[in-house]
C-alpha cells in the first residue's frame, strides 16, 4: 500500500468534519448551542468518513469476484448515502452527532492516557527522575482539579474575575490549583530523585506536603472544614499504624508502613469520620499532618536500582494493561455494592444509622423471606431426582478411585463432578420452589443465571470451534444478538412469553411450545410414539453409558441424559407434559 493510499482515509475523515462543522448552522437551530454543535457534527463527519475511507482503502477494486465487486460497491455508496441521510434529517442528526462526540471524546481520552502512561513507563529506565516528577505532577493535578471542581476549595489567588478569562470562575480559576499542585509536587520529586539517600530527601518531601497542606487548609470552603476529635483522631492514627506495620512485617522495614498508615488513618478520621463546619486552623492540621507523612515517606529511602526498574516495568506494564478494566468495574460495581451495603444499615434517608433493623425487619416479612412451607422439599420430584443425581455422582467417584487407584478414594473425574454438580443444581431448584419471597428470588435469579450463562456460553463456544466450514456461519449466528439494541431484545424477549388462551392461536414461542406439548400429551398414536421414542432414546443413553463406565471413561453425559428422557417418559405416560 502506497504512503498516499495510507493517508486518503486521514484526509477524507479530516475534510468531511470541517465540512459537517460548517454546513451545521444553516442546517438546524433546534439546538442553538453555538460551537459545541459544530464539534458534534465536526466528530460526526470524522467517524463516518474515517472508518468508511478505511475500508476503501483496504478494498482491492480489481478483484473480478462478484462477492467483491459488490463489497466494494457498498463501501463506496455507504458513506454517500448516509451523509445524504443526515442533511436531510438534521434535527434528528443532531443527537447521533452528540453521541458520537461523545465517544470520539472518550476513545481519544482513553487512548491518549493509555499511551502517554506507556511513554512514561518507557522513561522509567532511562530516566527516573523524569518519571518521578512527572507522575507526582499528574498526580497532584488530578487530585486538585476533583477537589477544586467539587467546589471545596476558594481560588488561590482570587474569586474576582471581571475578564472572565483569569483566575476566579474564569478558565485559569479551574486549572491554577492543578497547576499549582503539580509545578509544587513536580519539583519535589525532581528534587528528592536528585538527592543522595538521607535526611534531606526527606526534608524536601514533608516541606512540599507541608506547603501544600498550608495552602489548602487556608483555602477550604467553611462548610468543608472538619472539627476535630483528637480522640477519633489518635484512635485511627494508632489503626492504621499497626495495619502499616503489618502490611510492611516481612521488610522489616517499618517506618515507611507505619508513616502511610498514620496519614490514612488521620485523614479517615478527620475528613470522613468528623463534623464540618471547624476552624482555619483545624483545616490546615487536618491537611498538613497526612501530607508532611506521606512527603516524608516519598523521600524516604533511595532510587530503585535495575533489577527493582525491571520489576517496576513489569509490574507497571500490568496495571496499564489491567487499570481501565478494573476502574470501570470498580466503578460501576464494587463501589456501588459497598455503597449499598451500607446503606443497608440505615433509615429511608440514608442519615441514622438504624444496624440491623432493616434485616429484621426483611426476615419478619413474608413476601420478602417465607420458609413456611420447607417441608414440601422432601417430596419434590425435583429433590428426588437431585437426590439420585448426586448419589450417581457420588457413587460413581468411589467407583472411579477403585479402579484407577486400587484403594478405597474418591476420584474426581468428568462424569462424578458433572453429575454431583448437576444434582446440587437441581437441589437448589427444589429448595427454591418451595422457599417464597423476593429474597429467595433473587437467589434464583442469581443461581440460575450464573450457572446457565456460563455453561452455555462454554457449549457454545466449543460447538462453533468445532463447526468446520461452518464455523463463520455458527459465531454469526451467536454475535448477531449483540448487534439488536436492549430495547429491541427486551420486547423480542416479551414476545416470547406472551401467553394467551389455550384455545386460541399462541404468538409466544414458549407459550406455543407449552401448548403443543398438552396436545400431544392428550393425543392418540402420537401420544405413543412420543413414549416410544423418549424410551429409546433413555434405554440409548444407557447403552451409551455402561460401556464407558467399565473402561473408567467419562459417562456423565450419557446418565444425565437417560435421566432426563426417563423423567420426560413417566411424565408424558402419568399426566400432561404441557398445558391445553
Given at each position: 500500500?502506497?504512503?498516499?493510499?495510507?493517508?486518503?482515509?486521514?484526509?477524507?475523515?479530516?475534510?468531511?468534519?470541517?465540512?459537517?462543522?460548517?454546513?451545521?448552522?444553516?442546517?438546524?437551530?433546534?439546538?442553538?448551542?453555538?460551537?459545541?454543535?459544530?464539534?458534534?457534527?465536526?466528530?460526526?463527519?470524522?467517524?463516518?468518513?474515517?472508518?468508511?475511507?478505511?475500508?476503501?482503502?483496504?478494498?482491492?477494486?480489481?478483484?473480478?469476484?462478484?462477492?467483491?465487486?459488490?463489497?466494494?460497491?457498498?463501501?463506496?455508496?455507504?458513506?454517500?448515502?448516509?451523509?445524504?441521510?443526515?442533511?436531510?434529517?438534521?434535527?434528528?442528526?443532531?443527537?447521533?452527532?452528540?453521541?458520537?462526540?461523545?465517544?470520539?471524546?472518550?476513545?481519544?481520552?482513553?487512548?491518549?492516557?493509555?499511551?502517554?502512561?506507556?511513554?512514561?513507563?518507557?522513561?522509567?529506565?532511562?530516566?527516573?527522575?523524569?518519571?518521578?516528577?512527572?507522575?507526582?505532577?499528574?498526580?497532584?493535578?488530578?487530585?486538585?482539579?476533583?477537589?477544586?471542581?467539587?467546589?471545596?476549595?476558594?481560588?488561590?489567588?482570587?474569586?474576582?474575575?471581571?475578564?472572565?478569562?483569569?483566575?476566579?470562575?474564569?478558565?485559569?480559576?479551574?486549572?491554577?490549583?492543578?497547576?499549582?499542585?503539580?509545578?509544587?509536587?513536580?519539583?519535589?520529586?525532581?528534587?528528592?530523585?536528585?538527592?543522595?539517600?538521607?535526611?534531606?530527601?526527606?526534608?524536601?518531601?514533608?516541606?512540599?506536603?507541608?506547603?501544600?497542606?498550608?495552602?489548602?487548609?487556608?483555602?477550604?470552603?467553611?462548610?468543608?472544614?472538619?472539627?476535630?476529635?483528637?480522640?477519633?483522631?489518635?484512635?485511627?492514627?494508632?489503626?492504621?499504624?499497626?495495619?502499616?506495620?503489618?502490611?510492611?512485617?516481612?521488610?522489616?522495614?517499618?517506618?515507611?508502613?507505619?508513616?502511610?498508615?498514620?496519614?490514612?488513618?488521620?485523614?479517615?478520621?478527620?475528613?470522613?469520620?468528623?463534623?464540618?463546619?471547624?476552624?482555619?486552623?483545624?483545616?490546615?492540621?487536618?491537611?498538613?499532618?497526612?501530607?508532611?507523612?506521606?512527603?516524608?515517606?516519598?523521600?524516604?529511602?533511595?532510587?530503585?536500582?535495575?533489577?527493582?526498574?525491571?520489576?517496576?516495568?513489569?509490574?507497571?506494564?500490568?496495571?496499564?494493561?489491567?487499570?481501565?478494566?478494573?476502574?470501570?468495574?470498580?466503578?460501576?460495581?464494587?463501589?456501588?455494592?459497598?455503597?449499598?451495603?451500607?446503606?443497608?444499615?440505615?433509615?429511608?434517608?440514608?442519615?441514622?444509622?438504624?444496624?440491623?433493623?432493616?434485616?429484621?425487619?426483611?426476615?419478619?416479612?413474608?413476601?420478602?423471606?417465607?420458609?413456611?412451607?420447607?417441608?414440601?422439599?422432601?417430596?419434590?420430584?425435583?429433590?428426588?431426582?437431585?437426590?439420585?443425581?448426586?448419589?450417581?455422582?457420588?457413587?460413581?467417584?468411589?467407583?472411579?478411585?477403585?479402579?484407577?487407584?486400587?484403594?478405597?478414594?474418591?476420584?474426581?473425574?468428568?462424569?462424578?463432578?458433572?453429575?454431583?454438580?448437576?444434582?446440587?443444581?437441581?437441589?437448589?431448584?427444589?429448595a427454591f420452589s418451595v422457599l417464597r419471597g423476593t429474597f429467595f428470588n433473587n437467589l434464583w435469579w442469581v443461581v440460575t443465571v450464573t450457572t446457565l450463562s456460563t455453561t452455555l456460553g462454554l457449549l457454545i463456544a466449543v460447538l462453533a470451534e468445532r463447526a468446520g466450514r461452518l464455523e463463520s456461519v455458527a459465531k454469526a449466528l451467536i454475535f448477531m444478538p449483540m448487534a439488536v439494541s436492549f430495547v429491541g431484545a427486551s420486547i423480542v424477549w416479551r414476545l416470547q412469553y406472551q401467553a394467551r388462551d389455550p384455545s386460541k392461536e399462541q404468538t409466544g414461542v414458549l407459550n406455543f411450545v407449552w401448548v403443543e406439548l398438552g396436545k400431544l400429551s392428550h393425543s392418540g398414536w402420537p401420544r405413543v410414539l412420543a413414549l416410544a421414542v423418549l424410551a429409546a432414546l433413555?434405554?440409548?443413553?444407557?447403552?451409551?453409558?455402561?460401556?464407558?463406565?467399565?473402561?473408567?471413561?467419562?459417562?456423565?453425559?450419557?446418565?444425565?441424559?437417560?435421566?432426563?428422557?426417563?423423567?420426560?417418559?413417566?411424565?408424558?405416560?402419568?399426566?400432561?407434559?404441557?398445558?391445553?
Amino acid at each position: 500500500m502506497t504512503l498516499g493510499r495510507s493517508f486518503a482515509p486521514v484526509g477524507a475523515a479530516i475534510i468531511a468534519a470541517v465540512v459537517f462543522a460548517l454546513l451545521r448552522p444553516g442546517l438546524t437551530d433546534v439546538y442553538d448551542i453555538g460551537i459545541t454543535g459544530q464539534l458534534h457534527w465536526a466528530a460526526a463527519g470524522l467517524v463516518l468518513w474515517g472508518v468508511f475511507g478505511f475500508a476503501i482503502s483496504q478494498r482491492d477494486f480489481s478483484a473480478s469476484h462478484v462477492r467483491d465487486r459488490l463489497l466494494s460497491g457498498f463501501v463506496v455508496v455507504a458513506p454517500i448515502f448516509l451523509t445524504w441521510l443526515i442533511l436531510g434529517n438534521a434535527t434528528d442528526a443532531d443527537r447521533v452527532a452528540s453521541t458520537l462526540w461523545t465517544v470520539v471524546l472518550a476513545v481519544s481520552a482513553i487512548g491518549g492516557i493509555w499511551i502517554s502512561f506507556n511513554f512514561l513507563i518507557d522513561k522509567a529506565k532511562t530516566d527516573w527522575r523524569l518519571f518521578a516528577s512527572v507522575l507526582a505532577a499528574v498526580i497532584a493535578a488530578g487530585f486538585f482539579a476533583i477537589v477544586r471542581g467539587n467546589l471545596g476549595l476558594y481560588a488561590l489567588f482570587t474569586d474576582q474575575d471581571p475578564l472572565e478569562l483569569f483566575s476566579g470562575t474564569g478558565f485559569l480559576g479551574h486549572v491554577e490549583w492543578p497547576v499549582t499542585g503539580a509545578v509544587i509536587w513536580g519539583a519535589a520529586l525532581a528534587g528528592i530523585t536528585t538527592l543522595p539517600k538521607g535526611p534531606t530527601r526527606i526534608a524536601v518531601g514533608a516541606g512540599a506536603g507541608a506547603l501544600t497542606g498550608w495552602l489548602i487548609g487556608a483555602n477550604l470552603k467553611p462548610w468543608v472544614r472538619p472539627q476535630l476529635e483528637w480522640t477519633e483522631l489518635i484512635v485511627f492514627a494508632l489503626l492504621g499504624a499497626a495495619l502499616g506495620a503489618a502490611a510492611r512485617w516481612r521488610s522489616r522495614n517499618w517506618i515507611p508502613g507505619i508513616a502511610i498508615g498514620v496519614a490514612l488513618g488521620w485523614t479517615w478520621a478527620a475528613f470522613f469520620t468528623s463534623d464540618f463546619g471547624g476552624s482555619e486552623a483545624d483545616a490546615r492540621l487536618a491537611a498538613i499532618v497526612p501530607l508532611v507523612l506521606l512527603g516524608a515517606r516519598l523521600g524516604w529511602g533511595s532510587n530503585p536500582d535495575f533489577s527493582m526498574l525491571a520489576r517496576f516495568d513489569n509490574r507497571a506494564r500490568a496495571a496499564i494493561f489491567l487499570g481501565p478494566a478494573l476502574l470501570f468495574l470498580t466503578s460501576a460495581l464494587a463501589i456501588p455494592a459497598i455503597i449499598t451495603i451500607i446503606l443497608s444499615f440505615k433509615d429511608r434517608r440514608g442519615e441514622e444509622l438504624l444496624g440491623f433493623d432493616n434485616y429484621e425487619t426483611l426476615f419478619r416479612d413474608a413476601d420478602s423471606f417465607d420458609v413456611s412451607n420447607w417441608s414440601n422439599l422432601f417430596t419434590s420430584q425435583l429433590f428426588v431426582i437431585a437426590a439420585l443425581l448426586i448419589g450417581a455422582g457420588i457413587v460413581i467417584g468411589f467407583t472411579s478411585g477403585v479402579r484407577r487407584n486400587g484403594v478405597q478414594s474418591f476420584e474426581r473425574t468428568g462424569s462424578s463432578v458433572a453429575t454431583l454438580s448437576l444434582g446440587t443444581l437441581l437441589l437448589l431448584f427444589a429448595a427454591f420452589s418451595v422457599l417464597r419471597g423476593t429474597f429467595f428470588n433473587n437467589l434464583w435469579w442469581v443461581v440460575t443465571v450464573t450457572t446457565l450463562s456460563t455453561t452455555l456460553g462454554l457449549l457454545i463456544a466449543v460447538l462453533a470451534e468445532r463447526a468446520g466450514r461452518l464455523e463463520s456461519v455458527a459465531k454469526a449466528l451467536i454475535f448477531m444478538p449483540m448487534a439488536v439494541s436492549f430495547v429491541g431484545a427486551s420486547i423480542v424477549w416479551r414476545l416470547q412469553y406472551q401467553a394467551r388462551d389455550p384455545s386460541k392461536e399462541q404468538t409466544g414461542v414458549l407459550n406455543f411450545v407449552w401448548v403443543e406439548l398438552g396436545k400431544l400429551s392428550h393425543s392418540g398414536w402420537p401420544r405413543v410414539l412420543a413414549l416410544a421414542v423418549l424410551a429409546a432414546l433413555a434405554a440409548l443413553m444407557i447403552y451409551k453409558a455402561i460401556p464407558r463406565a467399565r473402561a473408567a471413561e467419562s459417562f456423565a453425559v450419557f446418565v444425565g441424559g437417560a435421566i432426563v428422557f426417563a423423567y420426560l417418559f413417566f411424565e408424558l405416560a402419568n399426566r400432561s407434559l404441557g398445558g391445553c
